[in-house]
């Protein structure tokens, strides 16, 4: 189970975090030696003189292409910095469930069918949720021949109720502290907009930790130089830097969200949307969600004239 990877990787995790604010200090330092010559006060401000951006880039130039799941891990603990789990977590619509108002029979084969290792127990709709139900802890019903709904409201967990703009990294300070895997995210007016767990914290950093030997559809695929096939899933912030593109952080964070937001309407098949740096074209829409779509790379402004 993803389980027993996540809590062991997250220790390596959290040693990474503590190990980055001295590597920054020690660069400051550096370039406080290089300025000292040409009479730069590097000390008479307070902002650190590598911006995460400029250790990015250098973590982009120094590292080998042979090496680039290390380069990916290190950017992405990087972006630990500013990152939220409202972009890592799982949409609402998308949450597994199970209604303690359906039948028993209903409730039994969602439990059975089921390749989650937790369910959100609600009542009516998900915002009345009662707690989580965590499968492993339905082999003692069994055991005692106690596999019934009321048995099911004994052994429900809490739920942990996470602010949507909380920082990944603090988030991930806190199921440390808390002994908690996963948690409801909510927004200002306490509806939940979806639910994220340490494994998709730990994901985030440093990639697919499931030990399941279904492989996940590639977020990108290349087409051409300048043509790419993209699930409207993706984060922004991952199709930037695989991209190179600049598109926006402080609103949506899928290119699905941008998308609609961009409109102001849900798109058709075949919608062509003019985002910085690109042309996006929507190939797949349903439930309210861009599915697929295909992006052109627009050359520089430069290349232009």
């Keep these: 189970m993803p389980e027993r990877i996540a809590m062991p990787a997250s220790r390596v995790l959290l040693f990474l975090v503590a190990v980055l604010y001295p590597l920054v200090w020690v660069l400051n330092r550096l370039i406080a030696l290089l300025f000292k010559p040409f009479g730069i006060d ?27 799941g290390d380069q990916d891990m290190l950017i992405n603990v ?19 469930g199970i209604d303690l108002n359906d039948s028993w029979e209903d409730i039994s084969a969602q439990i059975h069918q089921t390749r989650h290792s937790r369910l959100v127990v609600y009542r009516d709709h998900l915002d009345q949720v009662e707690g989580i139900l965590h499968l492993c802890d339905i082999i003692s019903l069994y055991r005692d021949e106690r596999f019934n709904v009321q048995a099911i409201t004994e052994i429900m967990r809490p739920c942990v109720f996470i602010p949507e703009h909380t920082l990944l990294r603090q988030q991930l300070l806190l199921f440390r502290q808390q002994k ?3 948690g409801l995210v909510v927004d200002e007016y306490g509806d939940i907009q979806g639910m994220v ?19 996940a559809l590639p977020e990108i695929v290349a087409l051409s130089e300048q043509r790419y096939d993209v699930q409207g899933g993706i984060s922004l912030r991952v199709l930037n830097r695989e991209l190179g593109l600049r598109l926006p952080l402080d609103g949506p964070n899928t290119l699905s969200g941008l998308i609609i937001e961009t409109l102001g309407n849900f798109p058709k098949v075949g919608t062509e949307v003019a985002l910085e740096g690109c042309i ?3 190939k797949a829409f349903a439930n309210g969600i861009v599915e697929q779509s295909e992006i052109e790379l627009l050359p520089p402004e430069d290349e232009d004239n």
């Design 180 to 182: 908690q895997r996963a």
């Design 280 to 282: 996006v074209r929507v």
């Design 197 to 215: 767990t340490l494994e998709d914290i730990l994901t985030h950093i440093v990639g697919d930790i499931s030990e399941t030997e279904e492989e």
């Design 42 to 68: 590097s000390q008479s401000s307070n902002k650190d003189l590598l911006t995460n951006e400029e250790l990015k880039t250098i973590v982009m130039t120094a590292v080998p292409p042979s090496a680039s």
């Design 78 to 96: 990087l972006e630990l910095e500013d990152a939220t789990v409202d972009e890592v977590m799982v949409p609402r619509q998308e949450i597994v």
